[in-house]
């Protein structure tokens, strides 16, 4: 992607700041807390996967209890977010994972890597890829990484930011750069809101659309 590009990536940030505002920080909470809710995030909806995490805090308020008891247990405590036993075994392996390398369970020493150095630390983790990686340090520690998630994917492709059949991930590293820092909580925020109000997956509303002008696909959609 060239500088316009980027100048295009700005004029898009600012036109969804001016429809869906500017959203408010996030709340800090411990880096370990983000990382599992965004790990229980992973192929569910997010109102699935919140009600799996509330439940796995219900029955285990501490990570060590997650970690003395058995993964069917686990299992049944995330149980409404899907893929239970399999999120089980990931979560507890990055615990016990966590507890030999930092003495326990916990990810705070992250805090003080470098930011490149923490993303890359996440990366080498068992189930964790690029968007768990870069939504736990921006969410958790407000680090600017641009985290691609389905929606963000899906207009990125329809805007022509993303090149036809570039992966998320493949995406998300290259996109990632390009974003100024001032502008990576906002339009992961904004594109996410668009990306539900707006740009769906199937019939996306583009005559409405606050960034039509910016829009590949409605422009071939409207040539065809
Ligand atoms: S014009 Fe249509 S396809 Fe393009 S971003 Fe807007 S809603 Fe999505």
Redesign the pocket.
Known sequence: MTAPAVRRIEAVAKTLLSTYGSPPAAERRPLLDVLIETVLSQNTSDRNSHRAYRALRRRFPRWELVLASPRRSVAAAIASGGLANIKAARIKALLSGFRRRFGRPTLEPLRHLPAEDAYRYLLSLAGVGPKTAACTLLFGRGTPIFPVDTHIA??SQ??GWAEPGETPAAFQERFRRLVPDRLVYSLHINLIA??RA???PRG???PG????R?????KG?SDS
Do not use: D, S
């Not at 659309?209 to 039509?212: L, S």
């Not at 910016?214 to 409605?218: E, I, L, S, V």
């Open positions: 899906r207009i329809r805007l668009h990306g707006v740009c769906h996306p509303a583009c659309c606050c960034i039509r910016y829009c590949q696909w409605q959609e």
